[in-house]
């Protein structure tokens, strides 16, 4: 519920709702059972598996058929989809909203969202498993989302990235207190423009795991 929450007020941020009608591209059950789910919350689902040339334009079509106000992608996702779409100069209809999440929105996925889509709001979620932990405001700014989360850096470098702790407030079941997550973060010295004080992500760096060095 404190994950809804935290979604519903992106939301809001953006001048859509929970009833707002939604594609979601990602990578959850696509069993009936969740397409029901999907279908009573005004959402169509799409898997984010396997995405081909062929998957990608059917995409395109149903996403031109429903006119979603928002739409929802994990940007490896949409940037495929949107290669492709280039690729066959096909034309996507522009939501009021695009928000991404589960991975990092990299520059040059945002360039190309951006492109496509000039006239569209863009969002970046920053979510875990275990938390809702931050999301980007219409400024452009990633707050951290301070009513059910705690987050703190850990072993910061000379550059202030450190290894992330999240401090989830409403995990009653199984307590999450200074929960080592794998990611590296940075926070900003000072706060966003739109007013919002809470604290400001500078920087995402991604998970810290072990690499494989090849020869070349």
Known sequence: LAKRVSHLKMLRWYGQTRESKEVYIGGLSKDWKYRIYYLLKN???LSSYTITRDKALAYIQKINRVKPAVLF????ALDLILHFAEETKTAIHPPGLIYTGAENLYPHIEQK???FFPDSKLA???WSTEANLAVR???GKMHVDEDTVILEVDKPDQDGTGDLLVTNLF?????LIRYRLGDRIKFSDSFCS???KTRVIEKIMGRDI???DLPD
């Open 137 to 139: 405001c219409p400024q």
């Open 124 to 126: 970046d979620e920053y």
């Open 43 to 45: 959402k169509v689902f």
């Open 113 to 115: 969202i951006r492109r």
């Open 210 to 212: 072990d690499c494989i």
């Open 171 to 175: 995990s009653y079941d199984l307590p």
């Open 73 to 76: 992608s994990y940007p490896y």
């Open 194 to 196: 739109c007013g919002r």
